[in-house]
């Protein structure tokens, strides 16, 4: 069968420009190598994160995703929380970063309240008040559990919107209008998507290259199942947190908020740990995480990573349960510069990837532009790629 868009892999990316085709009334195919989603897009937090984003086109395209997932977790059946999310300060610096932040030009967009501990803890009942100073709360960010979204989010296109998958359906060669599997089988289509994540040496690894993506490998947990009574209520996030999401690049006090971590705890920054929580459909809550790039990612994980990552965690929380069931790792394509690439590798053939950490935040509206421009636009260069 000849199709408006072949797409060539499953994850939230992949998905995002098949939903955003099909709802242009557009023919669309998936194939994914695995017999199902099994990458970046099930091992994350389930965290829509605005407030990770600066300000600018890229947290417009956050708050176009936030209401993307509410949209799709309504036709698809799964839950989307509006949680909101709580970055807890525990120390002087911290606390100066947050009202820093809530202040500046770099909070447009978001809903904030700089909180008190007597507020924080009416949030949560997580958050542990010794020298707890304050918090930042946004009421913007979504929580979804990744696997369940993914599984009826992809049940959703293929039952509803009858968009065929071929999972377990190796694509090895995509030339311009034509996709071939491993078997030799060959599918035919006007435009082409290849969204591949952190397996980009497949197909196109040239085009990757160009774009000097890094693999980055992280480290997450997940608690036992707390108390049916017991909520976190918002996403949690640490001091550590302001090291690592840009939006909070420009406030004066976070060079003093990094000096500190790497003067008392050069550990942290040596496995680029900083530490968040939310909360799983089952009730466990999802721990984590850790940053290992290009040369340091092993196949094994490491016992220390998810020490440390426990030691930093207790001295901002207290749950009912520690008890830890599983522990995973999580790969994906960082892109050095930007927040993902957009490249053309053949007439009508493009490749997507490179968004980092921030797949679940970007994705959907990213994919939504690039379909909406290039049906416009066939040439359409979203970040100035070749």
């Known amino acids: 069968m000849h199709y408006d868009l ?3 892999g499953g994850g939230i990316v992949g998905l995002g420009h098949a939903w955003a085709a ?3 009334g557009q023919t669309v195919a998936v194939f ?3 017999p199902r989603a099994e990458g970046a897009s099930i091992r994350n937090f389930g965290m829509v994160w605005p407030i990770g984003q600066p300000q600018g086109a890229q947290r417009a395209l956050a708050v176009r995703s936030r209401k993307l997932w509410l949209e799709l977790g309504a036709a698809a059946g799964f839950a989307v929380d509006p949680c909101g999310s709580l970055h807890l300060a525990h120390h002087d610096d911290e606390w100066a970063v947050l009202n820093e932040f809530a202040g500046s030009s770099a909070a447009a967009g978001l809903e904030l309240e700089l909180v008190t501990p007597e507020r924080i803890a009416a949030l949560t009942p997580a958050a542990n008040s010794n020298g707890l100073k304050g918090g930042l709360y946004s009421h913007t960010e979504l929580r979804v559990t990744p696997p369940t979204a993914i599984r009826l989010a992809t049940a959703y296109l293929a039952e509803t919107l009858n968009i065929p998958f071929h999972f377990d359906t190796p694509i090895t060669q995509v030339d311009t209008g034509q996709v071939t599997a491993s078997n030799g089988q060959t599918w035919t289509a006007e435009r082409i998507v290849i969204a591949t994540g952190a397996y980009f040496r497949h197909l196109f690894p040239e085009a990757h290259t160009a774009e000097k993506l890094r693999l980055c490998k992280l480290q997450m947990m997940l608690t036992e199942a707390q108390p049916a009574e017991w909520k976190l209520g918002p996403h949690i996030a640490s001091g550590l947190t302001l090291r690592h999401y840009t939006s909070f690049a420009d406030c004066p006090s976070l060079a ?3 000096e500190r971590f790497a003067k008392d705890s050069p550990e942290l920054d040596r ?4 530490v968040m929580a939310s909360q799983a459909d089952n009730g466990g809550l999802i721990l984590g995480d850790s940053h290992e790039y290009d040369d340091d990612v092993e196949p094994v994980d490491k016992a220390e990573i998810d020490a440390l990552m426990l030691r930093e965690l207790q001295k901002i929380m207290n749950i009912p349960t520690w008890n830890i069931v599983r522990r995973w790792h999580g790969l994906y394509a960082k892109h050095p510069r930007q927040m993902c690439f957009v490249r053309e590798v053949r007439p009508e053939v493009l490749v997507v990837n490179g968004f980092g950490g921030n797949g679940m935040t970007l ?3 990213l994919s939504e532009s690039v379909i ?3 049906q416009n636009a066939p040439q359409w260069d979203a ?3 070749s």
């Open 271 to 274: 496995y680029g740990i900083h």
């Open 32 to 34: 994914d190598n695995s």
């Open 363 to 365: 994705s959907l509206a």
């Open 22 to 24: 099909a709802k242009l």
């Open 383 to 385: 970040f100035g790629s």
């Open 256 to 258: 003093a908020v990094k």
């Open 6 to 8: 072949i797409v060539v």
């Open 372 to 374: 909406q421009s290039w």
